[in-house]
């Protein structure tokens, strides 16, 4: 044997060696022979298309790349082979996401144009020239309120002037487009576009500038208790189709009322959680008719507020939050502080509050099995030892079941090690930690660090009607085609493990994976069965 020769031979052994750690290999006995065949046709699919997709130019994309900036590859996402093997594939649980943001917009704006009640205004007269740099609010508005102008292009529109949103629609100017320029208008207000990611507030501090305003415009419209009751029903149905079988969902408690069919704020949070449970008996009895019953496994709420409110404030919410849990035990899961981090109040100022909270919870009546855990954000920045970094070890120190985002955990080896044997799953939100510049493009994520240093992760989509990310099809694909290790196993781990990591019994969790099982053996018999017919 040669120098080379014996060189190429621990160079081989030292590759399998380290492969063998990772994810897919150690719980390998997890899967079926028919999932390892799945797995390796997904390889092949994917190295296919690295070179007859990827690797050739497309229209205003110039030098694509498998997990490159997702708003501008998209449509080239919706090519491939991969991706639309990716919606088949049962997903498990979806543990990050935040109720109020999760609708398309193009479906939100036809939900609010129901609504006579909904009015829109402008920061300025809306023209082919002030158009991309006017801001807009809507809101429902009570039925005595009298509109001064109908139109919001005419030189006689007033700036903050409401009109309402129908006629603001109907009267939309023809050099604008009518009524489709109107929608593809307000649509792109409510989401966040290529030029807003990657050109005019690329970086991780200018980005939330739009994010907050489009999320702002968006709740505006969802927390109106016509449109409540819609959105929840839509945002199921879409989530289900795309192959999620339960759902841990996020909302913003912050405001202490909805405004309801009058117009007016005083819709409690009792009926906004009561609206909620009435969707989802609907819900699950649309699909027990359908024979689609084994698809669902169930949606619960974290209870959530925005990370602004003084320390003294926190203790209505906390208390608010343990009378919901009274009112309705089988739908609030958890609490969470939301919010940007890098700005917001940090998880210590609210550490008296956080810290009694047990023991409020057992003053209050709530037996110790009942208890509301902590699911807090923490690290979602890309900071180190800064402020929202340090929310890492508050969340940690206060017990939170999971943290969401958790980006910065890497650069902390101790507390890598404290989620691996404590199980404390990290909610990984691929697409929005790049679009809100944590990450550069998908190839440069961590995920694969923690992954492969044994922290649980469970892959969410966090903001999709911002993001354009609905579903969680599509952060699969973006870590599926960013990896030429990582494989479907790997996905499948990551899916299954999911439902372990979720605020379900066990009992519940047990029947969850079960039928997760039995949805994916039918997933990767498609795949090979598929593969097979092509092939020959």
Not at 57 to 67: M, R, T
Not at 157 to 178: H, M, S
Request: charged share 25%.
């Amino acid at each position: 044997m040669t120098l080379l020769d014996e060189y190429n031979r621990k160079r081989t052994q030292l590759i399998a060696d380290d492969r063998a750690l990772r994810v897919d290999t150690v719980n390998g006995d997890r899967f079926s022979e028919k999932s390892r065949q799945a797995d390796a046709i997904l390889r092949r699919i994917r190295e296919e298309e690295a070179k007859s997709i990827w690797a050739v130019e497309h229209e205003d994309v110039p030098h694509p790349f498998p997990g490159m900036e997702f708003l501008t590859g998209k449509d080239i996402i919706l090519k491939t082979q991969l991706f639309n093997i990716m919606t088949k594939m049962p997903k498990g649980a979806l543990l990050h996401v935040h109720l109020d943001l999760t609708v398309n917009g193009n479906t939100l704006l036809a939900l609010a144009l129901q609504h006579t009640s909904i009015h829109i205004r402008a920061s300025a007269r809306v023209t082919p020239d002030s158009i991309k740099s006017v801001e807009i609010e809507c809101r429902p508005l009570p039925s005595s309120f009298v509109p001064q102008c109908i139109s919001l292009c005419l030189p006689t529109y007033k700036p903050g002037q409401w009109i309402p949103l129908r006629r603001a629609r109907e009267q939309f100017d023809a050099a604008l487009d009518g009524t489709q320029g109107f929608d593809r208008w307000v649509a792109t207000c409510l989401t966040i576009n290529p030029s807003d990611a990657y050109i005019t507030h690329n970086d991780n501090i200018r980005i939330w500038d739009k994010f907050r305003a489009a999320a702002t415009l968006t709740s505006n419209l969802v927390y109106f208790a016509p449109v409540w009751r819609a959105y929840i029903r839509q945002f199921l149905e879409e989530t289900i189709t795309d192959g999620v079988s339960y759902v841990e969902a996020r909302i913003n408690f912050s405001p202490k009322y909805m405004i309801g069919p009058d117009g007016e704020q005083n819709v409690p949070h009792r009926e906004w959680l009561s609206m909620f449970q009435e969707v989802l008996v609907e819900f699950n009895e649309s699909l027990r008719i359908q024979g689609r019953d084994d698809e669902f496994i169930g949606a619960k709420i974290i209870y959530s507020v925005i990370r602004n409110c003084e320390p003294e404030e926190l203790e209505w919410y906390l208390n608010d939050c343990i009378e919901m849990k009274k009112l309705f035990p089988g739908i609030i899961a958890g609490f969470d502080l939301v919010g940007d981090e890098n700005i917001l109040r940090p998880l210590k100022n609210y550490l008296p509050q956080l810290l009694s909270f047990g023991t409020l919870q057992t003053s209050r009546g709530l037996p110790e099995h009942h208890h509301i855990p902590f699911i807090f954000h923490a690290g979602e920045t890309t900071g180190d030892g800064s402020m929202a970094d340090d929310n890492l070890y508050d969340a940690l120190l206060l017990g939170t079941k999971r943290i969401g985002h958790g980006f910065s955990l890497v650069k902390h080896p101790k507390l890598m090690s404290m989620c691996r044997e404590r199980g404390v799953a990290l909610e990984v939100c691929p697409i929005s930690n790049e679009i809100l510049r944590l990450t550069a493009s998908m190839p440069m994520h961590p995920l694969p660090i923690l992954i492969n240093h044994g922290v649980p992760v469970a892959l969410s989509s966090d903001d999709p009607s911002l993001f354009q990310n609905m579903g969680l099809s599509f952060d699969f694909f973006q870590v599926l085609a960013a990896s030429n290790v990582t494989g479907l196993l790997t996905l499948g781990h990551i899916a299954r493990d999911s439902i372990q990591y979720s605020m379900l019994t066990a009992d519940e969790k047990e029947r969850a994976t079960l039928k997760w099982e039995e949805r994916w053996e039918r997933f990767v018999d498609e795949i090979v069965k598929f593969d097979g017919v092509r092939r020959n």
